[in-house]
């Protein structure tokens, strides 16, 4: 233990030294909106009651607090504002409740609105099928704390969702976040000062495309998680922006993402048939693009459900536009790993890799890197001791994903 | 069809048959706005008591509600009874209505006091020494259950339909004298499914305390103790149930007597089961607190968070054996904060008593969860730069 806070002191002065968190981006200021008419939110949450499928509930411009959660559970519903900058369901100073808005209900739309500072998550829809976000802002305003709620857009164990179009802002976990789903699109969005970007997490056929996530923890991550429903695969990222996700990690301790380093681009960790393509990723200071196992985040096989692989196999990367990241990772462990390898001033390459490998799989991980500057192989299973620069085991091919289709005409 | 309850109609009698009582009116359809329109509880002579039919009952471990004492009750139209079911809640015909009243025992000026529930006096409550606030309705209707939330007005002579719910502010008395402000949420009715829709592919509402392990037990009824499950087959609202000795028995949490283990998952079945179970709303977690589940995994033994946000209080895993103090699942229990605390719904202070259970439970476990192996997660500049 004492070493550890000996650790934390160079760590600190390693920071202070080269990290430049001085200049670190600040977050911009949110729009302002007047109060909404006061009678508004007990309407509304009537309206919620009484909703009807195939129901648009307009939300008319004004900033309308709550103290207390909404839910919705019937099908069919639109819930509709006036726009992001315009509408806003606000739950400053909420008492109760654990989101913004919980739908547990098919056919559900939520678009054009903004949802503010709730104390848990904004947006959480449960259970549930054709889901659409669009043109939708979740922002805790007060900028990245870890006292913010924890998933922006939250679909979890959905089918058939699309997101696009949308804002996240100031997620202590993840701004964009679908969980244990199939058949889903988040597109054309932005995710910022959250500690995840954008996480899919064990989630079946997700296409990430034309979304910018920037100034995040890390950028966009693929994640599989033991003792869950479903494992994840077949996910797609590309097109997409990816750049500077540097902020420091405020998310809480023991979530998936606490150990995610500050610096981190696209990160695939413990997932299978993941491509990543034609995106811009650059200045990312812990790398561009990492590719790692739960195991890098506290887990161990014997505490395990039997089932799970923590391994990522057939992660193809290739057509990406690269450039600069690495250059000042985060945490102890990699900091020194990057000095040991590549100097005080070095950087380094495109992709991390952990190490972790099924030793049983005759064919190796095959994570194929094509377009990329390097990789380094940290040795985890190791404890850093014997990191590899060695790309030529990463020069394989692999079968392309199929786009997914949502089916909506 | 013998009818029932004549010794318990003849106690109350005695007392409050000055006027006959209307009957019990179940509506098949609409949402009556006063409590008083159904007749399943009334407000007679200062007191509020069920009516004639209405049987009143306990369970082994109930529901945390911010120190909330309650009277829950059955009713079910002439003639009709509820199927015995071991395990999942009873099969309740049409026209069933479950009512629960949430009260306090008044305390000095405005407060109330933060006591044990003494359970129900048959005689009905005191108006004069409790405070009324709430008392919700399950109904069974042709097409499912519905949830009506009714709040009772200050002067405790009527409760009115309140379907967005509201947040009552209350100060808590300690028997010490200690002072607590609770932010008591009344549910709107969109939020009784947070907990009585535990299937969330069905979406339909489901009591949950009218099971046969949290009803087997013992009830001071008017005319003398008797078991519930046989008190109900006796009244002729339960049809097929075993002789009580036959089915399944949840432990009193607070019986001192019973194992440590059988009390804490009967705290856990009831306070976090409804959502924590393979198909309720908490099912996203993987971790399941119900009174069926046995792995240890799935009851969270080194099992990490999910998406559990701040609520891991910087924890690594839902239990730690042996420590408590570095385990999610009582961290959850003590936290305040709705974005942190678990249950997410019906609790604004802390069940000191119940988080005391859930600690020695977890203390008494042998083991531990060493991950061992150096991770980036241990690397500390991550937490230093955030703070």
């Known amino acids: 233990m004492a070493s550890m806070k000996h650790a934390s002191v160079l760590a600190l002065a390693v920071l202070a030294a080269a990290c430049g968190r001085g200049e670190q981006a600040s977050h911009t200021a949110t729009p302002e909106v007047a109060a909404g008419d006061a009678a508004f939110a007990a309407q509304f949450r009537e309206k919620l009651l009484d909703a009807k499928p195939g129901d648009v509930i307009e939300v008319p411009p004004g900033r309308h607090s709550f103290d207390r959660s909404l839910s919705l559970r019937v099908d069919g519903v639109t819930i509709r504002g006036a726009g992001p900058d315009k509408s806003v369901l606000s739950f400053k100073g909420q008492k109760a409740g654990a989101e913004g808005l919980l739908v547990n209900a098919n056919g559900f739309t939520l678009e054009n609105i903004a949802i503010e500072d709730s104390k848990g998550d904004g947006l959480k829809v449960n259970e549930a099928e054709n ?132 610096g981190s681009g696209v990160v695939v960790n413990s997932n299978d048939d993941v491509e990543i393509f034609d995106n811009d990723i650059a200045d990312n200071k812990t790398a561009n693009i990492i590719v790692s196992s739960v195991y890098s985040t506290g887990y161990k096989a014997d505490k395990a459900a039997s089932e799970f692989d923590p391994y990522p196999e057939r992660i193809n990367v290739y057509g990406n536009r690269l450039s600069g990241g690495g250059d000042s990772p985060d945490g102890f462990d990699l900091k020194a790993l990057k000095t040991a390898l590549y100097g005080l001033n070095g950087s380094f390459p495109d992709v991390l890799f952990d190490g972790y490998v099924n030793k049983a799989r005759k064919q190796g991980p095959q994570i194929c890197l094509r377009d990329v500057s390097g990789v380094v192989n940290a040795d985890g299973p190791g404890g850093y001791k014997n990191p590899a620069k060695d790309a030529r085991p990463y020069a394989c091919e692999l079968p392309k994903l199929p786009a997914i289709d949502l089916k909506r005409g | 069809m013998v ?103 008044r305390g000095e000026g405005d407060t109330v006091l933060r006591s044990a529930d003494a359970g129900f006096d048959a005689r009905g409550l005191e108006l004069s020494k409790v405070r009324l606030i709430e008392t919700r309705l399950l109904v069974r209707r042709e097409d499912g259950w519905i949830a009506l939330p009714y709040v009772w007005n200050a002067q405790q002579t009527e409760a009115t339909l309140m379907r ?216 500390p500049s991550a937490r230093v730069a955030s703070k």
Not at chain 1, 243 to 254: L, V
């Open chain 1, 131 to 262: 889901i659409t976000i669009r043109n939708v802002r979740v922002e805790w305003t007060g900028g990245p704390k870890t006292s913010n709620g924890a998933y922006g857009l939250y679909p979890v164990k959905t089918r058939n969702v699309l997101i696009e179009d949308s804002v996240a802002i100031g997620a202590s976990d993840a701004g964009i976040y679908v969980g244990q789903s199939r058949d889903v699109v988040v597109r054309n969005s932005r995710a910022e000062f959250n500690v995840a970007g954008i996480e899919i997490e064990n989630t079946v056929n997700a296409d990430v495309y034309g979304n910018t996530a920037t100034n995040n923890t890390g950028g966009i991550l693929v994640f599989n998680m033991p003792a869950l429903s479903q494992q994840g695969g077949a996910v797609r990222v590309f097109g997409n922006k990816v750049t500077k996700n540097n902020t420091g990690n405020f998310g809480a301790k023991g979530t998936p993402v606490s150990s995610v380093p500050a």
């Open chain 2, 3 to 105: 009818r029932r309850f004549v010794p318990f109609v003849a106690a109350l009698c005695v007392a409050a048959c000055a006027r006959a009582p209307a009957p019990v009116h179940f509506f098949a359809e609409g949402q009556p706005r006063s409590l008083a329109d159904w007749h399943v509880v009334e407000v007679r002579d200062g007191r509020l008591a069920p009516n004639a039919g209405v049987l009143p009952y306990d369970l082994n471990t109930p529901l945390f509600t911010d120190y909330a004492h309650k009277l829950r009750t059955v009713w079910m139209p002439e003639g009709q009874a509820a199927r015995y079911r071991a395990d999942e809640e009873f099969e309740f015909p049409v026209g069933t209505i479950l009512s629960k009243t949430f009260y306090y025992p």
């Open chain 2, 164 to 379: 967005g719910g509201e947040l009552v502010p209350l100060t808590l008395v300690a028997a010490d004298g200690s002072r607590e402000q609770a932010d008591y949420a009344v549910p709107d009715q969109n939020q009784c499914a947070g907990c009585h829709g535990n299937d969330m592919k069905t979406r339909a509402l489901h009591p949950l305390g009218p099971k046969a392990r949290h009803l087997n037990r013992d009830f001071a009824y008017a005319d003398g103790n008797a078991n519930q499950v046989a008190r109900w087959a006796q009244a002729g609202y339960l049809a097929d149930a075993p002789a009580p000795a036959s089915a399944p028995r949840n432990a009193d949490w607070q019986d001192a007597t019973q194992p440590l283990d059988a009390r804490a998952r009967a705290y856990l079945d009831i306070n976090c089961g409804h959502c924590h179970n393979p198909k309720g709303p908490g099912n996203t977690s993987g971790l399941w607190l119900d009174a069926a589940t046995r792995e240890p995994l799935r009851l969270g033994r080194c099992k990490l968070p999910i998406a559990a946000g701040k609520g891991t209080g910087d924890f690594r895993h839902d239990i730690v054996p042996g420590r408590p103090d570095a385990s999610i699942l009582a961290y959850r229990m003590v936290s305040e904060d709705p974005s942190a605390m678990m249950p997410e719904l019906g609790r604004s202070v802390v069940h000191d008593e119940g988080v005391q259970l859930i600690r020695d439970w977890i203390a008494a476990m042998q083991g531990g969860c060493d991950t061992g192996a150096s991770t980036v997660a241990d690397a």
